[in-house]
T-cell receptor, first 117, second 115 residues
Framework: DTGVSQDPRHKITKRGQNVTFRCDPISEHNRLYWYRQTLGQGPEFLTY????????KSRLLSDRFSAERPKGSFSTLEIQRTEQGDSAMYLCASTPPKRRQSYNEQFFGPGTRLTVL | DQQVKQNSPSLSVQEGRISILNCDYTNSMFDYFLWYKKYPAEGPTFLISISSIKDKNEDGRFTVFLNKSAKHLSLHIVPSQPGDSAVYFCAASGWSGAGSYQLTFGKGTKLSVIP
């Protein structure tokens, strides 16, 4: 059972550029989450997918952010016109279907570290 | 407005002794609580969880206690080992309306186990 994978692991970009991150959840995990973690803080929720449907978005997710999960498998998170304040670790997590006892347990990927210069 | 608080940024414990990490929450709608362990440059790793209908859950060296009336939970690690040195995050979830069960995290406690 492979874990959640994220690509790239590190991204350095200049202010104003667009970036896209990818997350591959654990197979059969139909629910997928994106979080953002800045220095000295815990991860903060950004958005949630159940299969291909994006069902919830945090107010942290500004108009410059967009996330997709086109076939209910992998997901992408795009940030347009990056700003220095976007520098953070972007984490993806997935959970088993609700029929499983462990449906509340989220399994995280290694994260993508974004640095905006 | 922090809904999950870990008031100790750091904790040092001798190898073999007990480590106790504490967490307080304010939102009464939280009904599931989790502890994660995180090493630098890695994602959080799930450790142990507890439902609000229980007051204790044990898994090997790790035990989580939940006191609902005090809105307090704690993670006990016995015996502590040097490999336990990491940042520990407390997280809570509850029905969000959209069904996400999103996690709300504390700021973490850095545990150092001294050989």
């Amino acid at each position: 059972d492979t874990g959640v994978s994220q690509d790239p692991r590190h991204k350095i970009t200049k202010r104003g550029q667009n970036v896209t991150f990818r997350c591959d959840p654990i197979s059969e995990h139909n629910r997928l989450y994106w979080y953002r973690q800045t220095l000295g803080q815990g991860p903060e929720f950004l958005t949630y997918f159940q299969n291909e449907a994006q069902l919830e978005k945090s107010r942290l997710l500004s108009d410059r952010f967009s996330a997709e999960r086109p076939k209910g498998s992998f997901s992408t998170l795009e940030i347009q016109r990056t700003e220095q304040g976007d520098s953070a670790m972007y984490l993806c997590a997935s959970t088993p279907p609700k029929r499983r006892q462990s449906y509340n347990e989220q399994f995280f990927g290694p994260g993508t570290r974004l640095t905006v210069l | 407005d922090q809904q999950v608080k870990q008031n100790s940024p750091s904790l040092s414990v001798q190898e073999g002794r007990i480590s106790i990490l504490n967490c307080d929450y304010t939102n009464s709608m939280f009904d599931y609580f989790l502890w994660y362990k995180k090493y630098p440059a890695e994602g959080p790793t799930f450790l142990i969880s507890i439902s609000s209908i229980k007051d204790k859950n044990e898994d090997g060296r790790f035990t989580v206690f939940l006191n609902k009336s005090a809105k307090h939970l704690s993670l006990h690690i016995v015996p502590s080992q040097p490999g336990d040195s990491a940042v520990y995050f407390c997280a809570a979830s509850g029905w969000s309306g959209a069904g996400s069960y999103q996690l709300t995290f504390g700021k973490g406690t850095k545990l150092s186990v001294i050989p």
